[in-house]
């Protein structure tokens, strides 16, 4: 079965620096890859995307297949980044299977 | 443009009652997924239609759990007996069109609490 993996339940980090928020994937064959966001008192919405090889709001994050990885991350965190980040993946199947999430928090 | 909507944003009920939850989708989002979401985890998925059918129904966990689509929009996600267990946020979610690589856009969730 598929599985997505974010060890880390909370990152601290302060304004400025460089963020890192760690997904890791299992799945054998190509899957596609999602980062979503809720912030505060909003609903989950759409970060980015593997497809896309965009970067959203300062965030980019490579797909290592090697390490079946999927890192989130920006170069210097803003304060209205802290918000709860889910690691997401597709397989076979257009449903999406989330990771447990990472709340960042962004201080001064 | 209007987003997914869900209907009640909150729901206490006792243990062995019947609710339902609704999501209106997108207006012509084909593509309909409702996830359950308990505290401190990811959401998890449950059903997802294709239009009026169930295309993938591998994640409702018991057949206490019930979802219709009777006209491709609304979709009514219903319990029976409910258990503490199934005390979570259900997430609706639509889409365009399914697939792989189709972003999902979520709903505000309903937050059942079963007593």
């Known amino acids: 079965a598929q599985r997505v993996t974010q060890p880390e339940k909370l990152l601290s980090v302060f304004k400025g620096a460089p963020v890192e928020l760690k997904c890791n994937y299992s799945?054998?064959?190509?899957?596609?890859l999602f980062w979503y966001v809720q912030y505060s008192r909003q609903r989950l919405q759409l970060l980015l995307r593997?497809?896309s090889r965009e970067s959203i709001k300062g965030f980019t994050a490579d797909l290592n297949k090697g390490e079946t990885s999927f890192h989130l991350k920006k170069p210097f965190a803003q304060e209205e980044d802290s918000a709860m980040y889910y690691c997401?993946?597709?397989?076979?199947?257009?449903?999406?299977?989330f990771g447990t999430g990472t709340r960042l928090q962004v201080t001064l | 443009g209007a987003g997914v909507s869900q209907t009640p944003s909150n729901k206490v009920t006792e243990k062995g009652k019947y609710v339902e939850l609704r999501c209106d989708p997108i207006?012509?989002?084909?593509?309909l997924y409702w996830y359950r979401q308990s505290l401190g985890q990811g959401p998890e998925f449950l059903i997802y239609?294709?239009?009026?059918?169930?295309?993938?129904d591998s994640g409702l966990p018991n057949d206490r759990f019930f979802a219709v689509r009777p006209e491709g929009s609304v979709s009514t996600l219903k319990i029976q007996r409910t258990e503490r267990g199934d005390s979570a946020v259900y997430l609706c979610?639509?889409?365009?069109?399914?697939?792989?690589?189709?972003?999902?856009?979520f709903g505000p969730g309903t937050r059942l609490t079963v007593l």
């Open positions: 207006s012509g989002h084909t593509a």
């Open positions: 593997h497809i």
């Open positions: 979610a639509s889409s365009p069109v399914g697939g792989l690589y189709n972003e999902q856009f």
């Open positions: 239609f294709q239009g009026t059918g169930a295309a993938d």
């Open positions: 997401a993946s597709t397989g076979t199947a257009s449903k999406l299977t």
């Open positions: 799945y054998s064959g190509s899957p596609e």
